[in-house]
């Protein structure tokens, strides 16, 4: 004769495996769900903390004894820029824009008028300033990462001479002479210069679809700009 009790202990087995069951799932998808939640909250804080600091060094090469740029004559830019990333993610450097201007001192005391229509023009309390554009790069780069918790130096050099671009080198000269005539040294010119470094996050893929959330599209991105961009 069969036992009367015996479906009802192997339903109450099968009850204890099904609740096994959801219980693991249960602990996978919240596990799951933490380290989703710990990875995007490494990703927005690395966005958030992540800093540069540029330095730009001139040097000007052949000059007459007063300081004077000779035909033959160069400037070079030294650019060391650092980047500080106090996040638990490795970056890799993508892109570097630079750009540097030099103030347009006889385009605004009216001696050469050429160049303002296409000087960038900055206004300021004493009256309009216009700055010529010596150096506009932007290039992908491939440099050592930038580690975790660390960070990385990196430099770079631009040289403007006659043989490099004829027309911005006789600007350039003309542009140092007057300030030179005027207020007896090369260390009275007025400069400005904007970089900017673009850099992905290892290990990060954006959202390929043009119809998802912008932020999934660049979350894999970071963008720091130092300067005054004049070019707009």
């Keep these: ?35 989703s939640a710990l990875n995007y909250s490494s990703i927005v ?33 030294a650019l060391r820029v650092r980047v500080d990333n106090p996040s638990a993610r490795t970056l890799h450097l993508r892109l570097l824009a630079f750009s540097e201007w030099i103030e347009d001192g006889p385009a605004e005391a009216g001696l050469n008028q050429t160049r303002l229509a296409t000087d960038a023009r900055m206004d300021s309390p004493s ?15 491939t440099e050592s990462a930038v580690p975790l918790l660390g960070n990385a130096t990196y430099a770079y050099t631009f040289s403007l001479s006659a043989s490099v671009d004829a027309a911005r080198f006789t600007a350039l000269r003309n542009i140092t002479d007057y300030w030179l005539s005027t207020s007896g040294g090369i260390s009275a010119v007025r400069w400005n210069f904007w970089v900017r470094l673009a850099l992905v996050i290892d290990g990060v893929v954006p959202a390929s679809s ?14 720091r700009q130092e300067g005054l961009n004049l070019a707009g």
């Design 45 to 77: 804080f690395a966005q958030s903390t992540v800093s540069i600091t540029p330095q730009t060094t001139l040097s000007f090469q052949v000059t007459d004894s007063n300081g004077s740029l000779r035909p033959n004559g160069s400037l070079s830019i």
């Design 1 to 35: 004769m069969s036992d009367p009790f015996s479906w009802s202990a192997h339903e109450g087995r099968s009850d204890r495996v099904l609740w096994i069951v959801v219980g693991v799932v249960a602990s996978v998808l919240v596990g799951l769900s933490v380290a």
């Design 127 to 141: 009256g309009p300033r216009y700055f010529f554009r010596l150096f506009g790069e932007s290039k992908e780069v």
């Design 210 to 223: 043009p119809t998802a959330a912008p932020y999934l599209r660049t979350i894999s991105s970071i963008d």
